[in-house]
């Protein structure tokens, strides 16, 4: 198992050099951006945009997982097709040759022949990664591959990565936007039950240098499977265990429940959660771009819930931070069907977990792997309860969401 987690964070770290690459130069990233068309967009947006830096990525991890795992390439699925088109109105498919040169001639056609941009990219595309993380040492389980399959987002929130700034301060150390939202999630589930078990989350914009001002990476990563629960984080603090609030006793105040919880949401929430949310949490609530930079401000304990009501986050954005989540003893819920368990005087002993093995029934093209019934992130098992129901009686008394 730590011979595929280890993978997982080279094919991460790859994709993060990739990323930083693409920005590096205007003109060429200027060349990268190509609108999404129809059932590819993401309605949450009015303008939403596939860039050549997310299908190399994605090509590139599943690439290299299949090089290390043959077979495995077959199980990775993600946000993009390979197929892109350039502005002659030539579709090409894009993958990665079995050279470094050969690549850079696929690029190029891409690239309007553009001879220099396509050779930087494709140096990044073959680079070799050198990365070592102690902390795998501790990793034993083994679970069998061909019950394995691969959700990749290969750049979450590309809107920010295209237009992000890098100057943005964090608010109590939640981004609300800029560069320091993109991720990339890698997540590995059970085909059989759809479980989430392995999930990689890689910043590569997390820090720039004052002085050569270059961006560096930082990464996350979890793994739950059969009883064992092993995160990156139980070895960056200083006794081997995360300080969190799932460690402490319930205040008192949680029976009242005003502010001690700190959640963060979307700006494009309902009106009537950002209400519930703002009750609960008042001055707690926060907002963030990127699914995968929210839950990962749940999974640093920057706030203790993540909620969206809406369907527009997708099986890619959730799969990796619900493992880490699960490693950490908490998860990722159905909201809806927790919403709907309430209503109906039901606890939450039963959990209605989002599973990543099936497609919703009847929809087209992305839609198939919404998270239709919206998510609840959270990190205590202990605190879930206190919260959902302070939320949904506040929500509740605006008889709007059902």
Same mark, same amino acid.
């Given at each position: ?47 939403? @945009? ?6 190399? /990525?994605?090509? +590139? =991890? ?5 090089? &290390?795992? !043959? ?117 590995? @589930? ?6 989430? /078990?392995?999930? +990689? =989350? ?5 820090? &720039?240098? !004052? ?192």
């Amino acid at each position: 198992m730590s011979e595929i987690l280890l993978e997982l964070l080279r094919a991460s770290e790859k994709a993060a050099c990739i990323a930083r690459a693409c920005r590096q130069e205007e003109a060429l990233f200027q060349l990268l951006i190509e609108e999404k068309k129809d059932d590819e967009k993401n309605k949450k947006f009015l303008t939403d @945009f596939k860039t050549l830096a997310d299908v190399l /990525v994605q090509e +590139v =991890i599943k690439h290299d997982l299949g090089k &290390k795992f !043959p077979g495995l390439e077959k199980n990775v699925r993600g946000e993009e097709t390979n197929e892109f088109t350039n502005e002659l109105g030539e579709k090409i498919i894009v993958n990665v040759c079995p050279t470094e040169e050969e690549t850079a001639s696929l690029l190029q056609k891409v690239l309007d022949n553009n001879q220099a941009a396509a050779k930087s990219l494709a140096r990044a595309v073959h680079q070799e990664v050198s990365l070592t993380d102690v902390a795998l040492d501790a990793v034993i389980v083994s679970v069998p591959l061909d019950n394995i399959a691969v959700w990749v987002d290969p750049i979450d929130s590309t809107y920010q990565y295209i237009k992000g700034s890098g100057d943005i301060q964090p608010e109590k150390g939640i981004y609300p936007k800029g560069l320091q939202c993109v991720t990339v999630l890698i997540g590995v @589930f059970l085909l059989d039950t759809g479980h989430p /078990v392995m999930g +990689v =989350i890689n910043q590569p914009f997390a820090i &720039k240098d !004052p002085l050569t001002l270059r961006w560096k990476g930082q990464w996350y990563w979890g793994l739950s499977y059969m009883g064992s629960n092993i995160c990156s984080l139980q070895f960056s603090a200083g006794d081997g265990k995360p300080d969190s609030k799932a460690d402490r006793d319930l205040p008192q105040s949680t029976v009242s429940g005003k502010n001690f919880y700190a959640a963060v949401t979307s700006s494009a929430e309902t009106k009537d959660v950002l209400g519930a949310l703002s009750m609960v949490c008042g001055e707690n609530l926060h907002f963030a771009a990127g699914a995968g930079y929210k839950c990962l401000c749940v999974i640093q304990d920057l706030v203790d819930f993540y909620v969206f009501s809406e369907d527009t986050t997708f099986k890619w954005d959730s799969c990796a931070p619900h493992a880490i989540l699960k490693s950490l003893g908490g998860g990722m819920l159905d909201l809806s069907e927790c919403i709907k368990s309430a209503n109906q005087n039901r606890k939450l002993c039963v959990r209605p977990h989002l599973l990543y093995n099936s497609e919703v029934h009847g929809a087209k093209g992305a839609d198939r792997w919404a998270n239709k019934g919206g998510l609840v992130a959270y990190r205590s098992e202990q605190h879930l309860e206190w919260f959902m129901d302070l939320f949904i009686k506040n929500l509740s008394s605006s008889n709007k969401l059902h």
